[in-house]
């Protein structure tokens, strides 16, 4: 199976920009479409964007779409969040997940087979 950690997560301003990775272990990434979600506490997690294995198709969220955006490089197994004008409400652990069904982009957390441990972004006003 494959094993997923993120890095990236930190504090930033209200407006500033940051770039989360999720590197992948065990299998090739290509095997997989992978997605950003993005949970807080008392809420439950939420879809932030997605890409299929080949990148060529990607989903996002309303919330985030025009300020986010998510791309891979299979040969280095890692996929990125790229997050413009960050707001506050953007503040969250954010966990990268990868789909055993390579085509897709889907929204659905039930749809992930597996998760990395998630990386802290903190937005302040």
């Known amino acids: 199976q494959v094993q997923l950690v993120e890095s990236g997560g930190r504090s930033v301003q209200a407006g500033g920009s940051l770039r989360l990775s999720c590197t992948a272990s065990?299998?090739?990434?290509?095997?997989?479409?992978m997605a950003w979600f993005r949970q807080v506490p008392g809420k439950e997690r939420e879809f932030v964007g997605a890409v299929n294995w080949s990148g060529a198709n990607s989903n996002y969220a309303n919330s985030v779409k025009g300020r986010f955006t998510i791309s891979r490089e299979n040969t280095k197994n890692t996929v990125y969040l790229q997050m413009n004008s960050l707001r506050p409400e953007d503040t969250a652990v954010y966990y990268c997940?990868?789909?055993?069904?390579?085509?897709?982009?889907?929204?659905?957390?039930?749809?992930?087979?597996?998760w990395g441990q998630g990386t802290q972004v903190t937005v302040s006003s």
């Open positions: 997940a990868a789909d055993s069904s390579r085509q897709t982009s889907s929204p659905l957390v039930n749809d992930y087979d597996y």
């Open positions: 065990g299998r090739p990434l290509s095997w997989y479409a």
